[in-house]
């Protein structure tokens, strides 16, 4: 019965849930209520693991609250009720896109689009440098302009930066030095 | 069976490395699709990453899904996103079962800090090449002013945002589109 509920719930979630991880959690939250399935401090920390380790973070959470309720078999189930709309939705409109793509009308609408997801990638780049190169909550309390600069990570990033254009190494490669020197040099 | 397989080992090694939400794989799709593999050009993927932002699910695995899709069919499609979800499934079954006490050790916090940073360096420069195959001309950049605005400060919703820009370009771009096709 609590594996029904898992894969209603993770299925509906998948339905519904627009724009990534993140928008999961009011659904996420109310299903976890209703059935009881975790604590809010439970839910909190759930959140925080999911952020923190690799992978899709909609995924990590699935996988860690189908964990909860059902060992193994919940997980699977809950990773698999997530993605299985998202995966028919996604076949049937990749092909009729690759029938469709060279038409006016959906080639303006892309050109329109395009511009706009460029930033909306740009604005989630932005949020993760609010709490990543600042420390705005620091510069409210002291309001010491210096506060709000965490000049080590700035340090780090314009290095990375510039390294980065100039020789192209795989992303793993900046991944795993940035882990080294943030372990090191206590970020 | 060879490329179905690869699929799977290139979206699993893509999952194990993205830190953050869809667009933190960014980076990492740009360098193994675009580069390494070329199962897609650098254009392709925005629009499949755009879709993905547009329709129902998780923006990374219904970019995977796709792009398995577009390589390999049905199948292609499987791979790529039992390849991506895979990672989770091992990692987070493993922390669940009683290693989330790693999460709270000094040293693990500081790498993931560090790793942080690597992501906004990583996804800023995806951003800039992006930006050069999207932003064509002084409305692109109007577009792409007017989201970044609406977005970071007065938290529009994405589905109206991206409703608003699939309108704006039909009209103003339909009519050029057709010009060029005669």
């Known amino acids: 019965m609590i594996y029904l509920e898992v894969c209603i719930t993770f ?57 909860n309720t059902g060992g193994i078999l919940g997980a699977l189930l809950a990773t698999f009720s997530i993605i299985l709309p998202s995966f028919i939705i996604i076949i049937i409109i990749a092909h009729f896109f690759m029938k469709f793509n060279e038409q006016p009308l959906v080639r303006s609408a ?21 709490v990543s190169l600042v420390h705005i909550e620091q510069y409210v309390e002291t309001q010491e302009l210096l506060q709000l600069f965490d000049i080590k990570a700035i340090v780090l990033f314009l290095v990375l930066f510039i390294t980065m254009n100039k020789i192209r190494k795989h992303p793993i490669v900046y991944i795993i030095i940035a882990a080294v020197i943030g372990g090191i040099f206590q970020f | 069976m060879k490329e179905v397989w690869d699929l799977f080992i290139t979206f699993f090694r893509i999952g194990l490395f993205t830190f953050g939400g869809g667009y933190a794989m960014l980076p990492l799709i740009q360098k193994e699709v675009v580069e390494s593999k070329k199962w897609a050009t650098e254009q392709e993927v925005l629009d499949i990453y755009a879709i993905g932002q547009s329709t129902p699910g998780l923006i990374a695995v219904n970019t995977s899904t796709f792009l398995g899709y577009k390589r390999k069919g049905i199948l292609g499609a ?59 001309d002084w409305i692109g950049i109007i577009i ?30 339909l009519r050029k589109v057709k010009e060029q096709n005669q």
């Open chain 2, 144 to 173: 792409f002013a007017v989201t970044f605005i609406a977005v970071t400060l007065f938290n529009f919703s994405m589905i109206l945002v991206v409703a608003c820009a699939i309108v704006l370009g039909m009209a103003i771009y």
């Open chain 1, 110 to 130: 892309f050109m329109g689009l395009r511009p706009a997801v460029t930033a909306l990638i740009a604005a989630a780049c932005f949020e993760v440098v609010k």
């Open chain 2, 78 to 136: 499987a791979a790529s996103t039992l390849g991506i979800v895979t990672p989770s499934l091992i990692i987070i079954m493993l922390i669940a079962t009683g290693l989330s006490y790693l999460l709270d050790y000094a040293i693990v916090k500081h790498m993931l800090a560090g790793i942080r940073v690597a992501v906004v360096a990583l996804v800023l420069n995806a951003v800039i090449r992006m930006w050069k195959s999207s932003v064509k």
């Open chain 1, 11 to 67: 299925f509906t979630i998948g339905l519904f849930s627009i724009g990534g991880g993140l928008a999961t959690l009011p659904l996420l939250q109310e299903a976890v209520e209703r059935y009881q399935w975790l604590t809010n401090q439970e839910f909190v920390d759930m959140i925080a693991i999911s952020q923190s380790t690799p992978g899709p973070i909609g995924i990590n959470m699935a996988t860690y609250v189908g964990f």
